[in-house]
């Protein structure tokens, strides 16, 4: 091999190690905030679930649990059904987390709008969910499976 072929080499292999791991996010628990008298899991202002982080509202991979989602924004931009779309980060498994869920467009716990909910994610690690408002993407919240 000549002396070309092996810098060539070296330069390729150091080139897909930086690559492959600049392709995986380091997706993060979004924020825990306060509103009303709960502690919520999302963007504050935006969208949550109340979640405190504590054994009962912890993730467990196929464990169903309640979840009440609270929304923020204008009348126009919180008609419609809500609809949960989780993607795990390792895998990119995405699954269909909640479908046709109306929202109530009043106010509760300092939110605009909000509407209960059974959710489990199947697979430990963490997960995006996209939350869709009338099929428009209003937000997401990352959480941890444990």
């Given at each position: 091999m000549s002396k070309f072929s092996i810098q060539l080499f070296i330069l390729l292999t150091i080139l897909t190690v930086?690559?492959?791991?600049c392709s995986e996010?380091?997706?993060?628990?979004?924020?825990?905030?306060?509103?009303?008298?709960?502690?919520m899991l999302g963007e504050e202002g935006q969208?949550?679930?109340?979640?405190?982080?504590?054994?009962?509202?912890?993730?467990?991979?196929?464990?169903?649990?309640?979840?009440?989602?609270?929304?923020?924004?204008s009348e126009e931009d919180l008609e419609g059904d809500l609809k949960v779309v989780g993607t795990h980060n390792e895998s990119e498994i995405e699954i269909n987390v909640l479908e046709d869920l109306?929202?109530?467009?009043?106010e509760l716990n300092g939110a605009d709008a909000s509407t209960p909910s059974l959710m489990s994610?199947?697979?430990?690690?963490?997960?995006?969910?996209?939350?869709?408002?009338?099929?428009?993407?209003?937000?997401?919240?990352?959480?941890?499976?444990?």
């Open positions: 930086l690559l492959s791991g996010d380091e997706w993060t628990e979004s924020d825990i905030f306060v509103s009303g008298s709960f502690k969208l949550g679930f109340i979640y405190d982080g504590g054994e009962i509202t912890k993730f467990y991979p196929n464990k169903v649990n309640k979840y009440m989602w609270h929304f923020w924004g109306p929202l109530i467009v009043m994610l199947p697979k430990s690690g963490m997960w995006k969910l996209d939350a869709f408002v009338d099929d428009r993407l209003h937000g997401s919240v990352y959480v941890k499976v444990h």
